[in-house]
Nanobody, 123 residues
Framework: QVQLVESGGGLVQAGGSLRLSCAASGRTFSSYAMAWFRQAPGKEREFVAAISRSGGRIDYVDSVSGRFTISRDSAKNTVYLQMNSLKPEDTAVYYC????????????????WGQGTQVTVSS
């Protein structure tokens, strides 16, 4: 089992930047594909970005492509989400997630979740 702890959320003006971090512990970090999801008030949780266990495969939802960057640091057991050019519609609770994989691909289902970190973008 892996434990996930997010940090880095906060209040930022439109056009600003934030970097979210997700520290993983408990098992071999390099065995896990990682992803970020978000949930805005009154809306369903949506996929934001994912990175494969090696970091060689990455995917983004269209609405953040070109603005957000997902990355991972195996030495620190941490996955990051760099968010630039933030918009008010990016306001949500952001969740880190993980799933253990036996090969290098991007799953659509994730088993482990963090507690979430709030991101608020003011106009």
């Amino acid at each position: 089992q892996v434990q996930l702890v997010e940090s880095g959320g906060g209040l930022v003006q439109a056009g600003g930047s934030l970097r979210l971090s997700c520290a993983a512990s408990g098992r071999t970090f390099s065995s896990y594909a990682m992803a970020w999801f978000r949930q805005a008030p009154g809306k369903e949780r949506e996929f934001v970005a994912a990175i494969s266990r090696s970091g060689g495969r990455i995917d983004y939802v269209d609405s953040v492509s070109g603005r957000f960057t997902i990355s991972r640091d195996s030495a620190k057991n941490t996955v990051y989400l760099q968010m630039n050019s933030l918009k008010p519609e990016d306001t949500a609770v952001y969740y880190c997630s993980a799933i253990e994989t036996t090969r290098d691909y991007l799953p659509t289902r994730y088993d482990y979740w963090g507690q979430g970190t709030q991101v608020t973008v003011s106009s």
